[in-house]
């Protein structure tokens, strides 16, 4: 469907197509660049586009696809990293050099590429759709490809295949290829889910201890710049016990990307294999095209749904929500919508929520389970949680990782604040972990918030009296609390220290709270705290 | 491509800086046209919007004296481009690339779109290299690195400017190399300007430089930056130099942009600002990097006042989102007569980790840098308790720290006009651990 430009402001522009469907895409201009539709009247479409528009004018051409937004799904999405419209960086750069110029059409997956396709049919196996046809080796997981419709098989590849040629030819002559393309805005799966029965090891002290997630649920992590949500989501990236990691830095810094990058490259995972391989990362920087940025979120999620309906866990890293929810408020305004909260457009919680209840862990056609848990980060202007993106993130998370300003001036990471932060996950991880690690899982846990708290009132307290006005036992108790935040809710990404399992974890606090028991009944047979106070910290040192 | 100027003379409407003119003919998105006033005048403009009557265009220069009978707009077909060329050197311009140091217009090498391309994230070198500055505060603790982005948040009555000159006149390469500076001046006054002329003149001819004083049109103020950085990526990507950015003050871009928003009667976000402001402030700070097996770098230093001293107004409050961290000054340290008047709890440099250390600064700078930052925090939040409860009320360890925070303050962050390379500023700070019985572990 053909037709030309009729007006352009900024990256909404419309032409004069009829006939087309919301969320089609579109090509716009000469220089062919793509776009989705947006909103339909009667005698104009308007199409927001995913490019710079800089030097389109009126009367260029225009045509309409009759399709929506599609992501390609198949072997080689790991280790790729690719922009917002699931165009891969290195062929881009490839193509047009250090800066992304105009961009042309370039196929998400390595067409040419060779794998090895094990069948598990053969020609005259009759299949149902979501029947398993074979597996490819992908790295280290194996990539089982599912027929898409059923039919009789007449030929089907057993063998090196590249993705370029057809995998099945049915009877009847319909043809299955080992990709397939997928419309980013529908979620992939159409079966049960399950709940959650299993936590989600971070490697992170006080995530882990504290505030449990859980293999198919979702966190969110406010927190005002400065405050580490950039780091703590990478060390997560690094760390976490799943199969997949897909990373979307959605709106970010450059450089910030290229040192993920750069590190992800030469680090391992803890089974010893190169981070890469296991982790497909999406980038819209925050210079790259806006309308891109939003699309990056919900082509990230459906490149992770695809592994988990192969029964893995995925695990989905967005960093930042905030960043996508102002590029969705740029595009409301710009098309003149009714702004609700702070300008926003009014679906936005609906929005969210769709994309958050995206995560579950789900039963697989095989049986297997497959679970795709998130990590959202939020940036809420001027640290304030009252905003509507945190709120409504909130509303359809599960925990809640709050980053706070004072304790990352304090250089005390990660900064999660243990008073404002929950999980609703805390019991059911427990469980967990008093079956598998150690018992006194639950009774440690307690202690460690007790001890907490506590301090959190004698703060109070101090801050009139001072700490001299203090009694021996409560200035112990400051002194224990002062351990724990130091020696073990402190965490630092950079050194050995940034992954901790959670035996380790265990050992650590029960060491602390075995100490603090001690002194406690030394300081009650009528010792000197300061005489107790040196023997813990020699022992400590 | 038309291939051809047109001209018209079909202007509807003048709105400040906005002129909207009808029945054009296949007018671009970002094409230059040129208006030719009845008086004789010319002014440079910029298409913003088109639609199936209206195109609309953003003038660079003072509307007086346009009307809509006699004025005539000529397109140009071609996208807004800045001249390059390594002559470019030594030179002053205005904030439309017009010379005003009295010498002629240099012969461009080639054009550079001004709007620049995005860098691709994989071509990006990670920034590793450190900046000495010579100052303390930031070489200590809050290092600046090749290829950074780091703002310098200040407020009214502050000397953020002295603190420009200073880094401008002692900033070195590893390996004692020298920048090419770009300076990128927005809305100052003419006393700012007379400051910063004579800076430059002191740094012979490494130096190209934009003004757009107080006094000149609002919307140069939103090409300026472009053209610098233009210029400076074709500084440090074609000629291989080292390129140091400095855009003073951003706050007066984001008021100008905010004007020209709400000209074009968009919806304001926060406190007025238009909702794009976030895009278009990262549209200049992202292009400061360092690119994969190429020489040559653009560093870029954004000094920006906080509006009523708040560091969650829009204006520092979406660059701390966008750039690598910030250089906070503060009313109390100045009240102290410190110089600079830097408070580095706020402050943060996010590239710092990888910059500093052994093979790069010190084996021991990150311990001291922790330690320092420690320390000074806690005395700090005892100076709050000693308000309250007095010296004597505190306990002995603690009194020790507050002396300990104290001077710090007057030995590590203050240090005039000296120099201090990075060997003096960490004995500096090993020497006040030592002072009080810190070890490093």
């Not at chain 2, 990128?184 to 430059?200: C, I, P």
């Not at chain 2, 053209?227 to 100008?256: I, K, P, R, W």
Request: net charge negative.
């Amino acid at each position: 469907m053909k037709g030309v430009v009729t007006s352009i402001s900024g990256a909404t522009v419309s032409v004069d197509i009829r006939g087309l469907q919301l969320y089609d895409r579109v090509y716009i201009g000469h220089a062919r660049l793509s776009g989705e539709v947006v909103h339909l009247e009667k005698d104009s479409t308007t199409v927001q586009v995913f490019e710079d528009t800089h030097g389109l004018s009126v009367g260029e051409p225009a045509e309409g696809t009759r399709a929506p937004l599609t992501v390609m799904l198949g072997p080689g999405l790991l280790g790729g990293i690719f922009d917002g419209l699931q165009r891969p960086l290195p062929a881009l750069q490839r193509r047009s050099g250090d800066f992304i110029q105009e961009t042309h059409d370039v196929s998400s997956l390595d067409l040419q590429q060779q794998w090895h396709f094990a069948a598990e049919k053969q020609p005259g196996d009759s299949v149902a759709i979501g029947d398993r046809l074979g597996c490819i080796s992908e790295g280290h997981l194996r990539h089982p490809i599912y027929a898409t419709q059923a039919g009789e098989i007449e030929q089907i590849v057993d063998g090196p295949l590249r993705l370029e040629s057809k995998l099945v030819t049915f009877r009847g002559g319909q043809q299955q290829y080992a990709w397939e393309n997928w419309s980013v805005r529908h979620p992939r799966f159409g079966g049960h889910k399950r709940s959650a029965e299993q936590p989600l090891i971070t490697g992170q002290r006080c995530i882990d201890f504290l505030f449990p997630m859980m293999k198919g649920s979702v966190a969110v992590v406010p927190g005002g710049f400065g405050t580490g949500k950039t780091v703590l989501e990478q060390s997560i990236a690094k760390f976490a016990d799943v199969d997949v990691v897909v990373y979307v830095g959605c709106g970010e810094r450059g450089n910030e990307m290229a040192g993920l990058l750069s590190e992800f490259g030469e680090l391992q995972d803890t089974a010893g294999r190169p981070l890469l391989e296991r982790t497909i990362v999406v980038v819209n920087t925050s210079n790259m095209p806006v309308a891109a940025r939003e699309s990056s979120i919900f082509t990230a999620v459906t490149m992770a749904e695809y592994y988990r309906d192969m029964g893995y866990d995925v695990l989905l890293l967005a960093d930042s929500l905030s960043r996508w929810a102002e590029a969705l408020r740029e595009i409301s305004s710009s098309l003149e919508e009714i702004p609700g909260e702070e300008g926003y457009p009014t679906y936005l919680s609906s929005r969210l929520a769709k994309f958050i209840e995206r995560a579950g862990v789900v039963e697989t056609a095989e049986g297997k389970l497959g679970s795709l848990s998130m990590i959202l980060a939020v940036s809420p202007p001027g640290a304030d949680f009252s905003e509507p993106v945190t709120q409504s993130c909130l509303r359809a998370a599960g925990a809640f990782y709050m980053l706070d300003t004072v304790l990352a001036h304090s250089r005390h990471f990660p900064a999660i604040n243990w008073s404002q932060s929950y999980s609703l996950f805390a019991s059911r991880a427990a469980k967990y972990f008093r079956q598998q690690v150690e018992p006194r899982w639950t009774e440690l846990q307690t202690a460690c918030r007790a001890i907490l708290q506590q301090e959190e009132s004698l703060r109070e307290v101090v801050e009139v009296v001072g700490m001299e006005g203090l009694q021996d036992r409560d200035r112990l108790l400051m002194f224990t609390a002062e351990r724990v935040r130091r020696d073990f809710l402190c965490q630092n990404s950079f050194s050995d220290d940034a992954f901790s399992s959670p035996q380790q974890t265990l050992e650590r606090i029960a060491g602390i709270i075995n100490n603090y028991r001690q002194a406690e009944k030394r300081l009650a047979e009528g010792e000197a705290l300061a005489d107790i106070l040196r023997g813990d910290g020699d022992a400590a040192g | 491509m038309r291939l051809a100027e047109h001209c018209y003379r079909s202007i509807c409407a003048i709105r400040g800086p906005l002129v909207f003119v009808e029945r054009v003919f296949e007018a671009r998105i970002g094409e230059t046209v040129t208006l030719l006033a009845p008086d004789g005048q010319t002014l440079e403009g910029e298409v913003l919007k088109i639609d199936t009557e209206q195109v609309l265009i953003q003038v660079f220069g003072e509307t007086y004296g346009l009307d809509l009978e006699q004025t005539s707009v000529t397109f140009h077909d071609i996208v807004k481009r800045a001249p390059l060329s390594r002559h470019c050197l030594g030179r002053i311009f205005n904030g439309s690339f017009r010379p005003i140091d009295g010498a002629p217009m240099f012969i461009p090498e080639r054009w550079g779109a001004i709007s620049g391309a995005p860098i691709n994230p994989v071509s990006r070198e990670y920034p590793r290299e450190m900046i000495e500055t010579g100052i303390s505060a930031i070489d200590g603790l809050n290092s600046l690195i090749k290829g950074q982005k780091l703002p310098i948040f200040s407020c009214a009555g502050l000397p953020a400017q002295e603190l420009v000159a200073q880094i401008l006149a002692q900033a070195r390469l590893p390996g004692a190399g020298e920048f090419v500076v770009v300076f990128v001046a927005l809305g100052l006054t003419y006393h700012e300007y007379d400051f910063y002329r004579r800076t430059l003149e002191e740094m012979s001819s490494r130096f190209v430089a934009f003004f757009n004083l107080a006094g000149e049109p609002v919307v140069e103020r939103l090409q300026a930056p472009r053209l610098g950085l233009t210029v400076a990526e074709d500084l440090a990507f074609n000629h291989q130099m080292d390129v140091l950015v400095l855009v003073s003050d951003m706050t007066n871009y984001c008021d100008a942009l905010r004007e020209i928003s709400t000209a074009r009667e968009e919806l304001p976000g926060r406190r007025g600002y238009p909702g794009y402001m976030y895009s278009d402030l990262a549209s200049l700070y992202e292009r400061a990097g360092r690119l994969r097996d190429r020489k040559g770098s653009v560093t870029l230093l954004p000094v920006l006042t906080m509006p009523e001293d708040d560091i969650t107004h829009p204006i520092p409050d979406l660059t701390g989102y966008i750039t690598e961290g910030q250089i906070v000054l503060s009313r109390e340290m100045q009240q102290k007569e410190l110089f600079p008047p830097i408070d580095v709890l706020p402050c943060l440099s996010r590239l710092m980790q990888h910059g500093i250390g052994e093979g790069q600064t010190r084996a021991d700078h990150r311990q001291i840098a922790n330690l320092l930052y420690q320390y000074y925090a806690k005395g700090r939040d005892l100076r709050k308790l000693e308000a309250v409860v007095g010296k004597d009320g505190l306990l002995e360890e603690d009194q020790k720290i507050l002396e300990m925070a104290d001077n710090f303050e007057r030995s590590f962050v203050h240090q005039g006009n000296e120099r201090r390379d990075i060997n003096q500023t960490l004995d500096i700070g090993l020497k006040l651990l030592g002072e009080y019985g810190v070890k490093l572990p």
